[in-house]
């Protein structure tokens, strides 16, 4: 089975601070994502890795810069915390598409609070 | 442009009796759709996925979906709720400008009743 594991599930911050979401997963998945989950809204792509080092934005990057150095790994930064970035955040992770689109596999989410 | 509508925020069924969620999407192309599900606390669980073969879908857990190009609906069932069946359900449908991004419907809270 796919193990998507994000760092915190629950996680406290204050306005202005730099904050760091981890995520993990280990089926060697060359794909991962990092989403944001709000009432109502769905779910909203940030930003998308499709190798290490290379990353595309997703629908909603402003206030958030991602990194991936390693093929696992796929950190999510807030930049300066802001109060409108308190949400559910998930991390995914999946197959390259090559023509057909692949199932995602998500972790557990963490939730996040700027106070 | 493409969207994905489900119908329903909020679904309520007695524990035993069939499962209905509705989704419709707008595609101008052969979508991929998806139904996802989120227990509590939980991440998204893929329940089923449609890729232009069988256009009824079986699933895991007992649900089903049958994609329906007339109608562009994509609609979720199970013959039998139950109480474990409690969860937030997402249609998703694949963007024809990526082979990566998905559209998430906004949900459907299934509430089963004892």
């Known amino acids: 089975d796919v193990k998507v594991t994000q760092s915190s599930r629950y996680l406290v911050k204050r306005t202005g601070e730099k904050v760091f979401l981890e995520c993990v997963q280990d089926?060697?998945?060359?794909?991962m994502f990092w989403y944001r989950q709000d009432p109502g809204l769905g779910l909203r792509l940030i930003y998308f890795?499709?190798?290490?080092?290379?990353?595309e934005k997703g629908d909603i990057p402003e206030g958030y810069s991602v990194s991936r150095e390693k093929k696992e790994r796929f950190s999510l930064i807030l930049e300066s915390a802001s109060t409108n970035q308190t949400s559910m955040y998930l991390c995914a992770s999946s197959l390259p598409g090559q023509g057909i689109h692949q199932p995602q596999h998500f972790g557990d989410g963490t939730r996040l609070s700027i106070l | 442009a493409q969207s994905v509508t489900q119908l329903d925020s909020h679904v309520s069924v007695s524990e035993g009796t069939p499962v209905l969620l509705r989704c419709n999407y707008s595609s101008s192309y052969s979508p991929s759709l998806f139904w996802y599900v989120q227990h509590p606390n939980k991440g998204l669980q893929l329940l089923l996925k449609y890729t232009s073969a069988a256009t009824l879908v079986k699933g895991i857990n007992g649900f089903e979906a049958e994609f329906k190009k007339s109608e562009t609906s994509f609609h979720l069932t199970k013959p039998s709720a139950h109480m474990s069946d409690a969860a937030e359900y997402f249609c998703?449908?694949?963007?024809?400008?990526?082979?990566?991004?998905?559209?998430f419907g906004s949900g459907t809270r299934l509430l089963v009743r004892p």
């Open positions: 089926m060697d998945h060359e794909n």
């Open positions: 890795s499709y190798d290490v080092k290379m990353k």
């Open positions: 998703v449908v694949s963007r024809w400008d990526s082979s990566y991004k998905l559209i």
